[in-house]
């Protein structure tokens, strides 16, 4: 019988954390067809697994009968545990080994993924489970790029918005970087938001903040009843809007 040659397994480069932004941008069918296919791959080489089994054992049967009728030793220990010889051990070498490898054992299965971190495009991309199917790290990892091609696009956007926003408004941004440029107009934005719907004076309704009273006035330092400091927290951004609530510390 020939040698035994299991099918290999295609697309395994998709596993491959340099190629994951690639795998997150596939269609999924497209993926779930992939999967499929090496279930199939492992069913055929699994039957040849057995197949090759068999016929290894068969051979090795034929010799093993002419060796036991002739008294020739050939097992590591008999019934009485021998120490092996020389002999033994040029059997299992020359011989056995030999036999053995024109069947050589499918152990690998389905192949799988597992965990890494890789940033790519400034997305960062994780598998954290082992093992990991392909099907399974598909949605994992698409899932990740799109709500990262998602956020991209948000800053780009809210950078445009940043620095619209400084023009019309006068705030010098010359010399520097993007992040800084969002921050400086985020803090601009935040103070006028305050300066329009909460000036000093007003007075804000507290709910789970203090347990004397429920009132507090924008500009004291603490509630009506002085038994708690407050502040206001901010919340949003430029393209959301931005939201105000009272806050104990």
């Not at 010799?63 to 092996?84: A, C, D, Q, S, T």
């Not at 705030?171 to 935040?190: F, G, P, T, W």
């Not at 507290?206 to 004291?220: D, I, Q, R």
Request: with cysteine.
């Amino acid at each position: 019988m020939d040698k035994i040659v299991y099918k290999k397994f295609p697309n395994m480069s998709l596993l491959k954390s340099e190629n994951w932004h690639k795998l997150a941008q596939m269609d999924r069918d497209e993926v779930v067809n992939i999967y499929n296919e090496w279930i199939e791959i492992d069913k055929e080489n699994m039957k040849l697994k057995a197949i090759a089994r068999e016929k290894e054992q068969e051979i090795l049967k034929d010799i093993y009968e002419v060796l036991e009728k002739h008294k020739i030793p050939f097992r590591k220990y008999g019934r009485n545990i021998v120490k092996p010889t020389g002999y033994i051990a040029w059997f299992n070498k020359n011989i056995k080994m030999v036999i053995s490898n024109r069947f050589p054992y499918y152990s690998q299965g389905i192949p799988n993924m597992h965990p890494k971190t890789v940033i790519k495009d400034d997305i960062k991309l994780d598998i954290t489970c082992s093992p990991t199917t392909l099907i399974e790290g598909y949605d994992r990892l698409s899932n990740q790029y799109k709500n990262g091609q998602s956020k991209k696009y948000a800053k780009n956007k809210l950078f445009i918005e940043s620095v619209k926003y400084a023009t019309e408004n006068g705030i010098d941004i010359e010399d520097y970087d993007e992040k800084s440029i969002i921050q400086i107009v985020d803090n601009h934005a935040k103070g006028k938001f305050l300066e329009d719907n909460y000036p000093d004076g007003t007075e804000v309704y507290l709910k789970h903040v203090c347990y004397e009273c429920n009132t507090w006035v924008v500009g004291e330092r603490r509630c009506s009843c002085g038994n708690r400091r407050v502040r206001l927290e901010v919340e949003g951004n430029l393209l959301d809007g931005y939201l105000a609530y009272p806050e104990g510390y």
